[in-house]
């Protein structure tokens, strides 16, 4: 199984600022991964895919980057909805697996 | 607009059986797979099981295999999880998801719509 480790588990960000989060996978995914953002009481929502394709509907300021082993997402200008959080997920290998999330909050 | 709503979720007793209904509206059911995701009370998000657009070919997590069967009603626009050999374990909130399928049928597990959840709780 592929394990996914993200980091920081929180990351503690003005509004404004840049937030900047990282996934690793433990074998290589080529960019087979997803970013889901999931807010207090509510389902959570896919942001990217495909390591850098945001999904419909998903603001610019949210982007992601990498392949292979090492991801980023990173979110330009937060704002306060954006205080959540926040999933990767590899579906290059069976089993599907996520990270343990990554807490957004405001510092 | 897409929309997943799960429902039959409960209070059960171990070794129990449970089934989730998850029915689905705004878009064409036979052309999409489906998984079942869940997420125990306060931790992170564990997928459970998926299968294909028509309903073949299924997928499913170690910790459920044997126990919990998926399958649709195309005829229903609905999906479905039978769950058996209930365990404490089990105590979740489960998202029924939409997801990818390749031109060749092969299941992705890109969940793009998720439902709003139904939670099952495993206790004596």
């Known amino acids: 199984e592929i394990v996914m480790t993200q980091s920081p588990a929180t990351l503690s960000v003005s509004l404004g600022e840049r937030a900047t989060l990282s996934c690793r996978a433990s074998q290589n995914v080529d960019s087979l991964l997803a970013w889901y953002q999931q807010k207090p009481g509510q389902s959570p929502r896919l942001l990217i895919h495909?390591?850098?394709t945001r999904a419909t509907g998903i603001p610019a300021r949210f982007s992601g980057s990498g392949s292979g082993t090492e991801f980023t997402l990173t979110i330009s200008g937060l704002q306060s909805e954006d205080f959540a959080v926040y999933y990767c997920?590899?579906?290059?290998?069976?089993?599907?697996?996520f990270g343990q999330g990554t807490r957004v909050e405001i510092k | 607009e897409v929309q997943l709503l799960e429902s039959g979720g409960g209070l059960m007793q171990p070794g129990g059986s449970l089934r989730l209904s998850c029915a689905t509206s705004g878009y064409s059911f036979s052309s999409y797979a489906m998984s079942w995701v869940r997420q125990a009370p306060g931790k992170g998000l564990e997928w459970v099981s998926a299968l294909d657009s028509r309903g073949a070919t299924t997928h499913y997590a170690d910790s459920v295999r044997g126990r919990f069967t998926i399958s649709r009603d195309i005829s229903r626009s609905t999906l479905y999880l039978q769950m058996t050999s209930l365990r404490a374990e089990d105590t979740a909130t489960y998202y029924c998801?939409?997801?990818?399928?390749?031109?060749?049928?092969?299941?992705?597990?890109?969940?793009?719509?998720w439902g709003q959840g139904v939670l099952v709780t495993v206790s004596s």
């Open positions: 997920q590899q579906y290059r290998h069976w089993t599907p697996t």
């Open positions: 495909d390591a850098s």
């Open positions: 998801t939409r997801d990818e399928e390749t031109d060749s049928g092969l299941v992705v597990t890109r969940h793009d719509y």
